[in-house]
T-cell receptor, first 108, second 115 residues
Framework: QQPVQSPQAVILREGEDAVINCSSS?????VHWYRQKHGEAPVFLMI?????EQKGHEKISASFNEKKQQSSLYLTASQLSYSGTYFC?????????FGAGTRLTVKP | GAVVSQHPSRVICKSGTSVKIECRSL??????MFWYRQFPKQSLMLMAT?????????EQGVEKDKFLINHASLTLSTLTVTSAHPEDSSFYIC???????????FGSGTRLTVV
């Protein structure tokens, strides 16, 4: 089963913040976050393992609530380069499934 | 970092022909590779899990006789689209994970167009 991502799309001005949510109905081993630019392969951003952790990567961070089977990706002080489609990938039973994606557009 | 090489990047074929897509882990061994399909503006849909030395595990609704997967070595998995039809036109992408590493590395994808 695919995880559910929200929102489907978001438009920001440069410097604004955004939150992307990902939830699953299955018990998760880990949550992965990827960003995909148009016509390119997804690029790995970070992985969160079960244990309820929060990780950061420059101005992009994420949290993972194992009990709720939810993860959130936080983008702060967004830059133009952040534009793209963000996918969460949930890992359980040795497979990886992706949410429908959140299309993020950062405008000057 | 881990690199996954996928080719061809683009292929156009005629209806009824077969196309083979290769996915190779360049600097690590991958006992498991995943094959996904992505339609425009949609998510990556898992097609099958490729296991080295054993049969692939296909997702429900994916025809195993149409999408042949071979994972003959720890560094190579292939996806063959047999008797391709226009509705098979899509972006196919593989991914693999290095043992003990974090995250999955994706190949660059193959855009298949069946005419």
């Amino acid at each position: 089963q695919q995880p559910v991502q929200s929102p489907q799309a978001v438009i920001l001005r440069e410097g604004e913040d955004a939150v992307i949510n990902c939830s699953s109905s299955k018990a998760l081993y880990s949550v992965h976050w990827y960003r995909q630019k148009h016509g390119e392969a997804p690029v790995f951003l970070m992985i969160l393992l079960k244990g309820g952790e929060q990780k950061g990567h420059e101005k992009i961070s994420a949290s993972f609530n194992e009990k709720k089977q939810q993860s959130s990706l936080y983008l702060t002080a967004s830059q133009l380069s952040y534009s793209g489609t963000y996918f969460c990938g949930t890992e359980s039973n040795n497979d990886m499934r992706f949410g429908a994606g959140t299309r993020l557009t950062v405008k000057p | 970092g881990a690199v996954v090489s996928q080719h061809p990047s683009r292929v156009i074929c005629k209806s009824g022909t077969s196309v083979k897509i290769e996915c190779r882990s360049l600097d690590f061994q991958a006992t498991t590779m995943f094959w996904y399909r992505q339609f425009p503006k949609q998510s990556l849909m898992l097609m099958a899990t490729s296991n080295e030395g054993s049969k692939a595990t296909y997702e429900q609704g994916v025809e195993k006789d149409k999408f042949l997967i071979n994972h003959a070595s720890l560094t190579l998995s292939t996806l063959t689209v047999t008797s391709a039809h226009p509705e098979d036109s899509s972006f196919y992408i593989c991914s693999a994970s290095q043992t003990g590493a974090k995250g999955y590395t994706f190949g660059s994808g193959t855009r298949l167009t069946v005419v």
